[in-house]
């Protein structure tokens, strides 16, 4: 696994600014676009970091943004999955604006805390809300990359059917993987006949879903504010250990 | 800075003049106030809440919540920067400083260890959190602390990155040798100056 590289003085290494290369553009859902990267120098990282993109203008001026890498350690672009806000300046640029060939510059990977690996053992409970789905696909795709490991659950609240990213690669491992679970709520409207969720992420949910904790189990959560601090303080009443729940936000501020 | 032009990219939302120069470089201003945190929001009765001063001083410290409360307060309009990127300016807090937590403390300790429900911690040099530079704050533009943003209590140091601000904070153990906090040791810098962009480890 990846390391701060350490410089024989002790001192470590500043995580440099990597010039990256937009190698192709997936739109996910209306809002939402993955943009892979050709990242020469990457040094590898963990499912749930993060990078920083920092963007610079003709005049100079620059923005830098965080965002959560999508793909698992085991593949050879970096995915970088954007939900589009109307009025950022970062997320429209790499939704609408880049195209293949295009240079941005990002350094990473940081974040320690928010990660896993099969060798981090299980379950996997993992409670995504929108494009906080990210980080928690990165361990997904990485734990089917390494043939299965523990059994993990998703509980994934979309707004509505279309908007739910990565729908079709989710159903695929699913049924390739007796051990992955994924259960969508839809929680603004519904398609006809849909016999799943359709209300936010609550208590009954979630002990519906992941049952009464299990040795081992792991929760991750990832997503707008109400829906972390939902999740993980049910997540609390239901038995998880305060050590076993970590979270990370993705508030509708910045873009 | 440096960089290369990325083809394309423009400013949206170029700050003024005035703002500009109240961000640190790498910095963007929001108006709503995003909540981080690694793990659960605890959620500790003010009837077991206390704070202490605890390690390299003669006689431990304590208060109660009604104790802390007496104390002599403090409102001050501070601007806050998480290193997440956003900035907020003019943060209306109220609390106790810590010149008047360690007012007399006699110790050898350079260093504290800031320690909170929830198991988080952070370092700060003493020689950063003295001179009205660091609170314990309880109330956020007039109104009790809301638990998601480190309520009832926590640390205010906003010269520095915003997670040495360490939320449910409880006490601050005096050390004589600098101790690595949670973030301090998962990659983040260990000092934190916004100023100096010193937001990961090497920074």
């Known amino acids: ?255 | 800075m440096g960089g290369f032009v990325s083809r394309g990219f423009r400013s949206r939302r170029r700050p003024d003049a005035e703002t500009a120069e109240r961000l640190p470089p790498g910095q963007y201003l929001t108006r709503d106030f995003p909540v981080l945190s690694a793990g659960p929001t605890p959620r500790t009765s003010l009837s077991t809440w206390d704070f202490s001063v605890v390690g390299a001083l003669p006689e431990p410290r304590r208060w109660t919540w009604d104790e802390f409360q007496a104390l002599p307060t403090e409102t001050v309009t501070k601007d806050i920067h998480c290193v997440t990127k956003w900035s907020k300016f003019d943060t209306v807090w109220e609390g106790v400083s810590l010149d008047t937590l360690l007012a007399g403390v006699e110790t050898d300790a350079t260093h504290l260890v800031a320690f909170c429900d929830g198991g988080y911690t952070t370092n700060l040099p003493l020689a950063e959190v003295t001179g009205g530079r660091a609170w314990v704050a309880f109330t956020f533009d007039g109104a009790p602390l809301a638990p998601e943003h480190g309520g009832p209590a926590r640390l205010l140091v906003p010269h520095l990155y915003f997670w040495k601000s360490a939320k449910w904070v409880r006490g601050l153990e005096l050390v004589e040798r600098d101790r690595p906090g949670f973030w301090e040791t998962l990659g983040y810098h260990n000092h934190a100056d916004p100023w100096r962009e010193q937001r990961y480890q090497g920074d």
């Open chain 1, 1 to 255: 696994m990846v390391e701060l590289e350490t410089a024989v003085v002790g001192q470590p290494r500043r995580l440099p600014w990597l010039a990256a290369t937009v190698a192709a553009k997936i739109p996910e859902t209306p809002e939402a676009t993955t943009v892979l990267f050709d990242v020469p120098g990457w040094p590898g990282h963990r499912p749930g970091q993060h990078v920083d993109v920092r963007l610079t203008a003709e005049d100079g001026y620059q923005a830098q943004r965080s965002y959560s890498i999508a793909s698992p350690p085991e593949a050879s672009q970096l995915a970088l999955t954007v939900q589009r806000l109307g009025d950022g300046e970062v997320s429209p640029y790499l939704t609408d604006e880049v195209r293949p060939g295009d240079l941005i510059e990002l350094r990473g990977p940081i974040g320690g805390y928010f990660t896993w690996t099969v060798a981090d053992g299980g379950p996997l409970l993992l409670v995504a809300g929108g494009s906080g789905v990210a980080p928690l696909m990165a361990m997904v795709r990485h734990r089917a990359a390494a043939g299965g490991g523990p059994p993990a659950t998703l509980l994934y609240s979309s707004r509505s059917w279309d908007e739910i990213i990565f729908r079709d690669e989710l159903a695929g491992l699913v049924v390739a993987d007796d051990g992955l679970a994924v259960v969508h709520t839809l929680t603004r409207s519904q398609p006809p006949g849909w016999t799943g969720y359709g209300r936010r992420v609550d208590a009954a949910m979630l002990g519906e879903v992941f049952g009464p904790p299990t040795a081992g189990a792991v929760a991750y959560a990832c997503g707008p504010t109400p829906l972390v601090e939902r999740a993980a303080t049910d997540l609390l009443a239901l038995g998880y250990a305060p050590d076993r729940i970590r979270t990370e936000r993705f508030g509708p501020s910045g873009g």
